[in-house]
């Protein structure tokens, strides 16, 4: 429902290289969040939040967006929890992505 109202244009151009490049994101993600390091962990989820942003990819939006506010306040109780959430999400997301491309291509 999301990429149904993302400009189309914009999930042409950019889609197939998210896809791509998520995985290291997640990858460091991860990583931040288990050395603590609050000011990675904050400007990655920056990232994918304006990233997903471009997808209009709201619930996944707003987890990054709660990740990133649990980092800048040097909270990580939650982290873990919402990085579980946001792999959830994400793999809905990225299956609909996919769907999406394919469909354009025909």
């Known amino acids: 429902a999301a ?3 993302a400009d189309q244009e914009i ?3 950019i889609g ?5 490049q998520a995985p290291a994101y997640f990858t460091a993600l991860d990583s ?4 603590f390091d609050f000011n990675t962990v904050a400007r990655i989820a920056h990232t ?3 990233l ?3 997808f209009a990819a ?7 967006r709660a990740i990133e506010q649990e980092a ?9 929890s919402l990085r579980g959430r946001l792999e959830q999400e994400m793999a809905c997301f990225a299956e609909a992505l996919r769907a999406s491309l394919k469909g354009e291509g025909q």
């Open 58 to 64: 709201k619930p996944t939006v707003e987890i990054v």
């Open 48 to 50: 994918l939040k304006g």
């Open 16 to 20: 197939a290289d998210f896809l791509e």
């Open 32 to 35: 931040a969040i288990v050395a």
């Open 3 to 5: 990429l149904a109202t």
């Open 11 to 13: 999930i042409g151009i």
């Open 72 to 80: 800048c306040n040097h909270a990580p109780e939650n982290l873990e």
């Open 52 to 54: 997903l942003g471009n």
